[in-house]
Antibody, heavy 123, light 112 residues
């Protein structure tokens, strides 16, 4: 069965960086893209960007351009999301999600999700 | 402020039907047939309920249906059950120039 298992909770200071991992199993990793979605406490969902596990192409949400980097390691079927220059409003649960739909773009259809990783930014 | 507008709350009694709206613009909901709906129970990851406006993934009960008219998409839950109480989020493709994927602010569905 398809599973996305994320790394554990993190506590970071403002200005630091965080790198969250998402290990996939149960399907051919390179056949699907992975999007990252975050959810601040008590708030809604926010799409951060996506990466093609096939060729590594990325697209990031405009507001995070320059602070976020998404990568994959196909040898371990793992996706990574690194967020730099952390601020208090980056405190959120970060989800990875497998995306389905037309190749080469993220259209917002995510059929499997990781369990979420809480990232807390606090001095 | 979310890109797509949803009512903050909706409610219905067991067995009734309830419809949740998701209003965007011609640049997102109205421009593409890539509207999805997600159900999220407290402390859990979202679950895909509807994609491409009206398609249901395998395993999702046919009590859940989706539609779209112009810039507004809708999720209808028929025959409400207690386990349907959750937050519901819509999402839409918004083109590759800026936003790519946008979400609604979410609707808390209460089963009375």
């Amino acid at each position: 069965q398809v599973q996305l298992v994320q790394s554990g909770a993190e506590v970071k200071k403002p200005g630091a960086s965080v790198k969250v991992s998402c290990k996939a199993s149960g399907y051919t990793f390179t056949s699907y893209g992975i999007s990252w979605v975050r959810q601040a406490p008590g708030q809604g969902l926010e799409w951060m960007g996506w990466i093609s596990a096939y060729n590594g192409n990325t697209n990031y949400a405009q507001k995070l351009q320059g602070r976020v980097t998404m990568t994959t390691d196909t040898s371990t079927s793992t996706a990574y999301m690194e967020l730099r220059s952390l601020r208090s409003d980056d405190t959120a649960v970060y989800y990875c999600a497998r995306q389905i739909g037309p190749p080469g773009i993220a259209v917002g259809t995510f059929d499997y999700w990781g369990q979420g990783t809480l990232v807390t930014v606090s001095s | 402020q979310s890109a797509l507008t949803q009512p903050p709350s909706a409610s219905g009694s067991p067995g009734q039907s309830v419809t949740i709206s998701c209003t965007g613009t011609s640049s997102d909901v109205g421009g593409y047939n890539y509207v999805s709906w997600y159900q999220q129970h407290p402390g859990k990851a979202p679950k895909l309920m509807i994609y491409e406006v009206s398609k249901r993934p395998s395993g999702v009960p046919d009590r859940f249906s989706g539609s779209k008219s112009g810039n507004t998409a809708s999720l209808t839950v028929s025959g409400l059950q207690a386990e349907d109480e959750a937050d519901y989020y819509c999402s839409s493709y918004a083109g590759s120039n800026n936003f790519h994927v946008v979400f609604g602010g979410g609707t808390k569905l209460t089963v009375l």
